[in-house]
C-alpha cells in the first residue's frame, strides 16, 4: 500500500462537483475523492450520484458518511456502500465493539458472495461484462475504517461537553484497538496521533489523516493539524485535504505541492526542521501509564532499597527492594492519578466486569476507589469469617455468575490473591481475573500461572528499579545485587555477609 492524497470534494451541488473534476482533469488520477455527507445528501435530495459522477472520472472514492447506528443498520448498509462503489468507508469507532464487528462481517461475507458469483460467471461464460465488473470489485477491496476523534475536537470539549475524560489521544489509541480487536483495517485520525496509534495497533494498521494545512493556510474549522511534510514524516498512510486544493486558484498545482510534500522524501531543511520539532511536542504528549506509575511510586517514596538489610518476605525469602504502595495514602494526587490507571486498566482489559473486589488488605481500599471511578459495586473477603453479626465470609455483592476483577496492589507469588478468589469461586462467581498497580516480575507468579487466574498490571517491579537507578536512586553496586536477585530469588549469593546476618535475624523473630 502506498502513501495516497484524498481531495475532501466539499460540495454542495453536481455543478460545483463537475467543474471542481473538470479542473483536475490534467492531473495524476489516482487521488481518492471524498464524498462526505453534504455532498452526498446534495446528491440524494437533487437527483445525482456522487459515487458514480467521481468514479466514472476515474478516481476512487472515499464515501465519508460516518456510520453509527444499531449494528444491524449499520451492517447492511456497510454492504450497501459496498455495492455503490465505494473503495473506503468509514463507521464511528465509539458505535461499539458489536457494531464494528458486524460491519467488519459484512464486507466479509459480501466479497465471500461476489467471489462464489465470479466463479459461477466464469464458468459459464455469458456474462463477460459481468464477469469484469467482479473481478475489479475483487481486485478491489475497500477499506473500512473507524473514526476516532474528530480534528475539529479539542481536549477542552472532549472533556467538558463530551464527558469523555481522556485526553484526544488517550481517547483516540483506546478507540484504535477497539477498531483493530473488531478487524476494521484502520482508523480516522489527527496527525498528532499517529505515532500513538502505530505504536498501539502495529505499522501495518492505516492511519487516514485529516487537518492537513501547507504551512502558510489557514486553521479553518480544524484543531489538530499538520502539514503534508509532516504527515508524511510522522507515518501517515492517507492524508485528507480540502480547502487548500479545492479553493486553490490552481487547484492541480496546489494538489501537486501536497502529493510531492507527502509521497516523496522530505528535503526541504525547513519542513524537517519543523516536523522534527513537532514530533518531539508529541512525543511528550504520548503518555505511557507504565512509565508514569513507575515515576509515581518513586516520587511517593513507596520503593525501598536496602541491600545490606534486605527486607523480609511474606514468602520468607530476603529482598533487596520493597514496595510499599500503601505509602500512596499519603500523596493523594499520586494515588489519584494511579487509581485513574487502574479503573481505566480494568475499562481496557475486562469491559464486562461487573462488580469489583479487593484483596485484603493492602487493596481494599484501592479497590474501592476503582470501583467508584466506574460505577461498579464493591465488595472483598474476609481474612477471617466474621464471628458476630451475620457472621460473612465477604462483603459486598454476591450473586452467582457475577463477572468481577480483582484489584491487587502488588503481585508476587500470588497466594494472597488466591486466598481471595477461591471464596469468590466457590459460590460461583465469574473472576474475569486481577488487575494490579503492579506486578513483581522479580518473582515468578507460580500459583496464579497454575491455576489459570489471568493477571494485568499497569506497570512492572522491573520498570521502577530502572527508572530509580537512572535517577541516582540506586549505585552501581546495589543495582548489580538487585539484577542478581532477580535471576533467582531464592538464591542468596548477592547478598554479602552483612546481609545474610541480618535476614537470619529477621527470620529467627518472625518465628
Same mark, same amino acid.
Given at each position: 500500500?502506498?502513501?495516497?492524497?484524498?481531495?475532501?470534494?466539499?460540495?454542495?451541488? *453536481?455543478? *460545483?462537483? +463537475?467543474?471542481?473534476l473538470?479542473?483536475?482533469?490534467?492531473a495524476?488520477?489516482?487521488?481518492?475523492c471524498?464524498?462526505?455527507?453534504?455532498?452526498?445528501?446534495?446528491?440524494?435530495l437533487?437527483?445525482?450520484?456522487?459515487?458514480?459522477?467521481?468514479?466514472?472520472?476515474?478516481h476512487?472514492? %472515499?464515501?465519508?458518511?460516518?456510520?453509527?447506528d444499531?449494528?444491524?443498520?449499520?451492517?447492511?448498509?456497510a *454492504?450497501?456502500?459496498?455495492d455503490?462503489?465505494?473503495d473506503?468507508?468509514?463507521?464511528?469507532?465509539?458505535?461499539?465493539? *458489536?457494531?464494528?464487528?458486524?460491519a467488519?462481517?459484512?464486507?466479509?461475507?459480501?466479497?465471500?458472495? &461476489?467471489?462464489?458469483e465470479?466463479? +459461477?460467471?466464469?464458468?459459464?461464460?455469458?456474462?463477460?461484462?459481468?464477469?469484469?465488473?467482479?473481478?475489479?470489485?475483487?481486485?478491489?477491496?475497500p477499506?473500512?475504517?473507524?473514526?476516532?476523534?474528530?480534528?475539529?475536537?479539542?481536549?477542552?470539549?472532549?472533556?467538558?461537553?463530551?464527558?469523555?475524560?481522556?485526553?484526544?489521544?488517550?481517547?483516540?489509541?483506546?478507540?484504535?484497538?477497539?477498531?483493530k480487536?473488531?478487524?476494521l483495517?484502520?482508523?480516522?485520525?489527527?496527525?498528532?496521533?499517529?505515532?500513538?496509534?502505530?505504536?498501539a495497533?502495529?505499522?501495518?494498521?492505516?492511519?487516514?489523516?485529516p487537518?492537513?494545512?501547507?504551512?502558510?493556510?489557514?486553521?479553518?474549522?480544524?484543531?489538530?493539524?499538520?502539514?503534508?511534510?509532516?504527515?508524511?514524516?510522522?507515518?501517515?498512510d492517507?492524508?485528507v485535504?480540502?480547502?487548500?486544493?479545492?479553493?486553490?486558484?490552481?487547484?492541480?498545482?496546489? &494538489?501537486?505541492?501536497?502529493?510531492?510534500?507527502?509521497t +516523496?522524501?522530505?528535503?526541504?531543511?525547513?519542513?524537517?526542521?519543523?516536523a522534527?520539532?513537532?514530533i518531539?511536542?508529541?512525543?511528550?504528549?504520548?503518555?505511557?501509564?507504565?512509565?508514569?506509575?513507575?515515576?509515581?511510586?518513586?516520587?511517593?517514596?513507596?520503593?525501598?532499597?536496602?541491600?545490606?538489610?534486605? %527486607?523480609?518476605?511474606?514468602s520468607?525469602?530476603?529482598?533487596?527492594?520493597?514496595?510499599?504502595?500503601?505509602?500512596?495514602?499519603k500523596?493523594?494526587?499520586?494515588?489519584?492519578?494511579?487509581m485513574?490507571?487502574?479503573?481505566?486498566?480494568?475499562?481496557? &482489559?475486562?469491559?464486562?466486569c461487573?462488580?469489583?473486589?479487593?484483596?485484603?488488605?493492602?487493596?481494599?481500599?484501592?479497590?474501592?476507589?476503582?470501583?467508584?471511578?466506574?460505577?461498579?459495586?464493591?465488595?472483598?473477603?474476609?481474612?477471617?469469617k466474621k464471628?458476630?453479626?451475620?457472621?460473612?465470609t465477604?462483603?459486598?455483592?454476591?450473586?452467582?455468575?457475577?463477572?468481577?476483577?480483582?484489584i491487587?496492589?502488588?503481585i508476587?507469588?500470588?497466594?494472597?490473591?488466591?486466598?481471595?478468589?477461591?471464596?469468590?469461586?466457590?459460590?460461583?462467581?465469574?473472576v474475569?481475573?486481577?488487575?494490579?498497580?503492579?506486578?513483581?516480575?522479580?518473582?515468578?507468579?507460580?500459583?496464579?500461572?497454575?491455576?489459570?487466574?489471568?493477571?494485568r498490571?499497569?506497570t512492572?517491579?522491573?520498570?521502577?528499579?530502572?527508572?530509580a537507578f537512572?535517577?541516582?536512586?540506586?549505585? +552501581?553496586?546495589?543495582?548489580?545485587?538487585?539484577?542478581? &536477585?532477580?535471576?533467582?530469588?531464592?538464591?542468596?549469593?548477592?547478598?554479602?555477609?552483612?546481609?545474610?546476618?541480618?535476614?537470619?535475624?529477621?527470620?529467627?523473630?518472625?518465628?
Open positions: 500500500m502506498g502513501k495516497n492524497v484524498i481531495i475532501a470534494c466539499d460540495f454542495n451541488s *453536481k455543478e *460545483k462537483l +463537475e467543474r471542481f473538470d479542473q483536475m482533469e490534467g495524476d488520477p489516482n487521488f481518492y471524498k464524498v462526505g455527507m453534504e455532498l452526498f445528501d446534495s446528491g440524494a437533487q437527483g445525482f450520484n456522487p459515487v458514480q459522477i467521481v468514479k466514472e472520472r476515474g476512487k472514492v %472515499f464515501l465519508d458518511l460516518k456510520l453509527k444499531i449494528p444491524n443498520t449499520v451492517s447492511k448498509t *454492504k450497501t456502500l459496498i455503490a462503489g465505494a473506503m468507508i468509514n463507521l464511528h469507532a465509539d458505535g461499539g465493539l *458489536k457494531m464494528l464487528k458486524d467488519s462481517v459484512a464486507v466479509n461475507e459480501a466479497y465471500a458472495e &461476489y467471489q462464489h465470479y466463479d +459461477e460467471v466464469k464458468a459459464d461464460r455469458d456474462m463477460p461484462g459481468r464477469l469484469e465488473d467482479l473481478e475489479k470489485k475483487l481486485n478491489n477491496r477499506i473500512l475504517l473507524g473514526v476516532t476523534v474528530l480534528t475539529s475536537m479539542s481536549e477542552e470539549e472532549l472533556r467538558n461537553e463530551i464527558g469523555i475524560n481522556k485526553t484526544p489521544m488517550e481517547q483516540v489509541v483506546s478507540l484504535a484497538k477497539l477498531c480487536e473488531a478487524g483495517d484502520g482508523v480516522v485520525c489527527s496527525p498528532q496521533e499517529i505515532i500513538a496509534v502505530k505504536e495497533c502495529g505499522e501495518d494498521f492505516i492511519t487516514v489523516t487537518g492537513i494545512r501547507f504551512a502558510d493556510s489557514k486553521k479553518d474549522d480544524q484543531t489538530r493539524v499538520a502539514t503534508p511534510a509532516c504527515a508524511n514524516i510522522l507515518g501517515s492517507y492524508i485535504v480540502g480547502r487548500p486544493i479545492t479553493n486553490a486558484e490552481n487547484a492541480i498545482e496546489a &494538489y501537486n505541492r501536497c502529493k510531492k510534500d507527502f +516523496e522524501q522530505v528535503t526541504a531543511t525547513n519542513e524537517i526542521k519543523n522534527k520539532g513537532y518531539e511536542n508529541l512525543k511528550k504528549k504520548i503518555v505511557n501509564p507504565s512509565d508514569v506509575v513507575a515515576q509515581k511510586l518513586i516520587e511517593a517514596s513507596a520503593f525501598k532499597v536496602s541491600t545490606e538489610d534486605p %527486607f523480609l518476605l511474606k520468607g525469602l530476603g529482598a533487596p527492594i520493597y514496595l510499599n504502595n500503601r505509602d500512596l495514602y500523596s493523594p494526587a499520586e494515588q489519584k492519578l494511579i485513574d490507571y487502574l479503573a481505566k486498566l480494568v475499562e481496557e &482489559y475486562y469491559p464486562h461487573e462488580a469489583i473486589f479487593g484483596t485484603p488488605m493492602s487493596a481494599i481500599s484501592f479497590g474501592a476507589l476503582v470501583a467508584e471511578r466506574l460505577g461498579l459495586p464493591f465488595g472483598f473477603v474476609r481474612p477471617e464471628d458476630h453479626g451475620i457472621v460473612a465477604f462483603e459486598g455483592p454476591k450473586k452467582e455468575g457475577m463477572k468481577i476483577v480483582q491487587e496492589d502488588l508476587t507469588s500470588g497466594v494472597s490473591s488466591l486466598d481471595s478468589i477461591t471464596p469468590l469461586k466457590d459460590f460461583g462467581a465469574d474475569l481475573g486481577i488487575a494490579a498497580i503492579v506486578d513483581n516480575d522479580f518473582v515468578p507468579s507460580q500459583k496464579l500461572i497454575d491455576k489459570r487466574i489471568e493477571y498490571s499497569i512492572t517491579m522491573s520498570k521502577i528499579v530502572q527508572y537512572e535517577q541516582g536512586l540506586i549505585t +552501581e553496586d546495589e543495582i548489580n545485587q538487585i539484577w542478581a &536477585y532477580k535471576g533467582n530469588p531464592k538464591d542468596e549469593s548477592w547478598m554479602s555477609d552483612v546481609a545474610k546476618g541480618n535476614i537470619a535475624q529477621k527470620r529467627l523473630a518472625k518465628k
